[in-house]
């Protein structure tokens, strides 16, 4: 079975600070990671994803993402964020052979803060 | 449709009362997946269809809970004798067949109050 852990339910932080979203995922096979973002009343939107090949994926708004086999891990990371970035992100993963369902952590709440 | 559509948006209901939910998916989407978002947890993961093969119903948490789809349209979700803890953002996406998981596309759900 797979699982994905988001450690922090909130993280607040001033605008044009550095923030970094952790992200932690078990599985037993090969694992597809993502990250979604989810804007208040909106439906959820994909940030970025990890496939294969390189470990470090970035995605739409200045977003990127650091695959970390050995712990396990998929952090996201903006060095500078915008009051606009304020939503709730989410990290999932997919196993290989797992018919393409995706697995979702509890979210992060980024708040924003002038 | 540009995008995935459910309706409604929300939708407030009496404990004990059955609900239907609608979702439109992108046309040419063969697949469809129904999440639910409870406050402060995850999406959890309901129900798969893929075309006509027989829908993977894993996620769903009792017999309360039923879906349809036919062929590759609209889908129902449908929550007999609601209860409180059915309270939750009900999310519906779509995908074209081939291209995995990335290929998602979500809509922007709907809100169930059960009073």
């Known amino acids: 079975a797979q699982s994905v852990t988001q450690l922090d339910s909130q993280v607040p932080v001033f605008e044009e600070a550095p923030v970094e979203l952790r992200c932690n995922y078990s599985?037993?096979?090969?694992?597809?990671l993502f990250w979604y973002v989810q804007y208040p009343n909106q439906g959820l939107q994909l940030l970025l994803k990890?496939?294969?090949?390189?470990?470090l994926v970035k995605g739409i708004n200045g977003f990127e993402a650091e695959f970390n086999k050995s712990q396990t891990s998929f952090h996201l990371r903006k060095p500078s964020v915008h009051i606009s970035d304020t939503a709730e992100y989410f990290c999932?993963?997919?196993?290989?052979?797992?018919?393409?369902?995706?697995?979702f952590g509890t979210g992060t709440q980024l708040k924003v803060e002038l | 449709g540009a995008g995935v559509s459910q309706s409604p948006s929300n939708k407030v209901t009496e404990k004990g009362k059955d609900v239907e939910l609608r979702c439109d998916p992108i046309?040419?989407?063969?697949?469809l997946y129904w999440y639910r978002q409870r406050l402060g947890q995850g999406l959890e993961f309901l129900i798969y269809?893929?075309?006509?093969?027989?829908?993977?119903k894993s996620g769903l948490p009792s017999d309360r809970f039923s879906a349809e789809r036919t062929g590759e349209s609209v889908s129902t979700l449908t929550i007999q004798r609601t209860q409180q803890e059915d309270s939750a953002v009900y999310l519906c996406?779509?995908?074209?067949?081939?291209?995995?998981?990335?290929?998602?596309?979500f809509g922007s759900g709907t809100r169930l109050t059960v009073v």
């Open positions: 996406a779509s995908r074209p067949l081939l291209t995995g998981a990335y290929g998602y596309t």
């Open positions: 599985s037993s096979v090969s694992v597809y």
């Open positions: 990890y496939l294969s090949g390189s470990t």
């Open positions: 999932a993963v997919i196993s290989t052979g797992g018919g393409n369902k995706l697995t």
């Open positions: 046309s040419g989407h063969t697949a």
């Open positions: 269809f893929q075309g006509n093969s027989a829908p993977d």
